[in-house]
């Protein structure tokens, strides 16, 4: 009997075993198409890259940059050939290569960045920044003293054009006749058209700043001539410590971690991520809003039971994450407004406030809570309504408040 | 003729064949061995290096495939060069010409009803079309205003790049892209066929063959090709003989031009099926085509082999970035020296240096 139940324990030890080598490992690979040195969009997907890479003794990471979107096929076969299971490709224009790839190869996983074709193998996923925008605007409204906020844009599609929307909300809540001043520059990356943008806008008067361009240029330019700005998607307080107010993070690796830890888990597979869409905002965490993010301090050696949220063992947070760069924590403070909603209230506390709305895992508000007015002053959201998913992805009219071109205008 | 020591460098005035290849297959060895110092230098063994690219690029369908791929459109940018640069006429603007064409090719496959037996041949027709008028305006220039050439044909690539950028950003923007910045999706009797398991779209590999063949021919054996060497050589012989420099610059640019531009309805309707950013649709195929007719050394036949080379170049570029891990940058420093290379090694070709023969005199 005892010899009975030492085979079922024997037995039932080596079945653990052997699912415990079916959990296999996951070789992940990323197909950028940018240099990971863009200071943008590349670089903080390759920082994400290595944050999961680190973190996961069972992921192995690898990655191509630089790739042009006709050859992002050529890229995945080789890729295929090393042994990848998993392949993020993260550009709009990898759409149709990515998803014919897809097709070809059932049994590796796919996600594709900002794109909207989905397969049993192939999911989508986007961080995105029109709350932070928003928040951003609300503060840019309250520093202008010209009304004239100026805005650097990169390429006239609705990504852009809801950012800037969103944006020009914000600034338009604590500043009614404020207006934002937009130059496109045709580009993702060119410092030098970014600095003659943001020269042509301070000639128009403009006296604050934020841009859609993957340097800091426009923090820079503007803070030559003692002018605010709130940066983008990298940290870029510490170009001008005294003149970025805030900024838009972006927090990717919190998608890749999800999204490889359910992969590792057996809950995604190859068959069922036709309706896998991650569309994260402020309150899953994927983008932040903060001149400088928080700085954490990870040991492997555990002092604290502090809960971990990056790599190895245990991790304290040395200091929190900076909102609102003191230096405009007083003026935000003194402008306060007659809101609606809120009563007398300074932007330093609305700004504060909405965040918590937002950050809320059941949000309670929306930039574009209707009623919502384009500029040529048509109804766009009705009252009390919020826009579609898909109505927020496709948005090409231009808030109340926006001046300057504005190509593809409805 | 120069005199260094006990040598003497002189100028050879027709290399012969044996000098030029070997003086091009040392350039190419020279290249590899800085190029290993580098992955040296970034911690590849370049043994490991080169075993995977040899294998990679030459040692797998795929990776022949690849090459071939890559090489079409330098085959048509650069036979239609060779002829260009016969008649000493210094056209910089294949990359524009090329991006004439993807337009053109992509007007036709999006906005013109035609049966669809009739559509791939018309995208190829009005894209010569388009190149050849594209680049006939700097001939003109030249000829009638004395306009520079090389600043003309370069400028006006920008100004196409900005077209193409203008058309998907604007008036072409396709409706079913969700407000990004390209047309639609080709019908599929827009999309060129593609040999089985590989992305060449044949039809224009085919072309290319063929072009380079009727380019050859064209020079070696009718009038115009007679006329484009005088000018090119000779311009004041050529005056005097009464030839036109309108007609024959003319004829050379629509020809050059009008190939330049077939790689653009290639790369369109064969591996693009849409038009997107001009950065997107070439990857400088225009610009590395004057490399790929120079060292043909203007012969059209020749350049077939040149821009397999590139292709090599290129697909082993791909291949630095995926296998061996190497940021691009080192991509671009592996292509940069072996231009470098077979550029000086120019100077070799026509210089020899030899021993002072006993009792010479010095000249």
């Known amino acids: ?410 | 003729m120069k005199r260094i020591g006990p040598f003497i460098v002189e100028r050879r005035l027709a290399p012969p064949r044996h000098v030029v290849f070997g003086v091009s297959v040392l350039a190419v060895v020279v290249a590899l061995l800085l190029a290993a110092l580098v992955f040296w230098a970034y911690g590849v063994s370049p043994w490991r290096a080169y075993a995977e690219i040899g294998r990679g690029t030459l040692g797998t369908v795929d990776g022949l495939s690849d090459i071939v791929r890559r090489a079409i459109p330098l085959i048509l940018c650069g036979v239609g060069l060779t002829l260009a640069f016969r008649a000493q006429f210094w056209n910089i603007g294949a990359e524009g010409q090329l991006l004439a064409g993807a337009v053109a090719a992509s007007g036709v496959a999006l906005f013109v009803p035609v049966p669809d037996g009739l559509r791939l041949p018309l995208m190829f027709l009005a894209g010569f079309g388009a190149g050849a008028l594209w680049a006939v305006i700097p001939a003109l220039l030249r000829v009638k205003l004395q306009v520079n050439e090389v600043i003309s044909t370069l400028m006006m690539n920008y100004i196409m790049a900005y077209i193409v950028e203008w058309l998907v950003h604007g008036p072409w923007k396709g409706p079913t892209m969700r407000g990004f910045a390209y047309t639609d999706m080709f019908p599929t009797a827009a999309r060129l066929p593609l040999i089985a398991g590989t992305r060449v779209h044949w039809p224009t590999l085919g072309v290319g063959v063929v072009a380079a063949l009727v380019v050859g021919l064209i020079l070696s054996r009718t009038r115009l090709g007679y006329e484009v060497r005088v000018v090119g050589q000779s311009p004041d012989a050529a005056r005097y003989a009464g030839i036109s420099f309108t007609v024959v610059l003319s004829l050379a640019m629509v020809i050059s031009g009008g190939l330049a531009a077939l790689a653009g309805v290639g790369e369109v309707a064969g591996i693009h099926w849409r038009l997107r950013s001009p950065s997107h649709i070439s990857m400088g195929y225009g610009y590395t085509a004057i490399i790929v007719a120079w060292l043909a050394r203007g012969s059209p036949i020749a350049a077939i082999l040149t821009a397999l080379l590139f292709g090599l170049i290129f697909a082993a570029g791909d291949l630095m970035k995926t296998t061996l891990g190497l940021p691009f940058q080192i991509t671009g420093v592996f292509n940069g020296l072996i231009l470098f290379s077979l550029i000086s090694s120019d100077l070799l070709m026509y210089w020899r240096i030899r021993w002072r023969r006993r009792g010479e005199a010095w000249t």
Not at chain 1, 329 to 339: G, M, Q, S, V
């Open chain 1, 1 to 410: 009997m005892n010899m009975r139940k030492l085979v079922l324990v024997v037995a039932a030890l080596t079945l653990v075993g052997l699912l415990g080598l079916g959990a296999e490992k996951i070789k992940a690979g990323f197909i950028y198409v940018g240099p990971i040195g863009d200071y943008g969009w590349t670089h903080a997907h390759d920082v994400a890259r290595r944050i999961v890479d680190e973190k996961y003794d069972w992921l192995e990471t690898v990655y191509i940059e630089s790739v042009p979107e006709g050859e992002v096929e050529t890229y995945i076969d080789q890729l295929v050939r090393q042994g990848c299971n998993v392949i993020f490709t993260t550009s709009f224009g990898f759409i149709d290569g990515t998803f014919a790839a897809a097709q070809r190869y059932p049994n590796v996983i796919f996600a594709h960045a900002s794109g909207f074709k989905r397969a049993p193998n192939m999911a989508t996923y986007m961080a995105d920044f029109y709350q932070v925008y928003y928040l951003n605007g609300l503060m840019a409204g309250a520093l202008t003293k010209t009304g004239k906020v100026g805005y650097v844009g990169a390429f006239p599609i609705p990504e852009v054009k809801r950012h800037i929307s969103a944006f020009t909300i914000g600034v338009r809540e604590v500043n009614p006749t404020a207006e934002v001043h937009v130059r496109w520059i045709y580009e993702w990356y060119n410092p030098a058209a970014a600095k003659e943008a943001t020269e042509a806008l301070i000639a128009e008067g403009c006296d604050v700043f934020a841009f859609t361009e993957d340097s800091p240029t426009v923090v820079q330019v503007a803070a030559e001539r003692g002018l605010p700005s709130f940066g983008h998607y990298s940290p870029m307080y510490e170009f001008a410590p005294d003149y970025v107010v805030s900024g838009q993070l972006v927090h990717w690796e919190v998608i890749y971690d999800d999204f490889l830890v359910k992969i590792h888990e057996g809950i995604y597979t190859t068959r069922n991520l036709a309706h896998v869409d991650y569309w994260w905002l402020l309150a899953q965490g994927a983008v932040e809003c903060a001149a400088v993010p928080a700085v954490v301090y990870c040991e492997t050696a555990c002092v604290s039971d502090t809960s971990c949220a990056c790599c190895c063992g245990c991790c304290c947070e040395i200091s929190p994450s900076m909102v609102v760069n003191p230096v405009y924590e007083r003026a935000l403070k003194d402008y306060t407004i007659n809101h609606p909603a809120f009563g007398t209230i300074s932007v330093y506390d609305l700004v504060f406030l909405r965040h918590n709305q937002f950050a809320d895992p059941g949000i309670t508000f929306d930039p574009f809570e209707g009623p919502v007015y384009d500029r040529k002053g048509n109804l766009v959201v009705p009252a009390g309504m919020w826009m579609s998913y898909d109505h927020l992805i496709t948005m090409e009219w231009a808030a109340a408040g926006v001046a300057g071109p504005w190509p593809g205008e409805p």
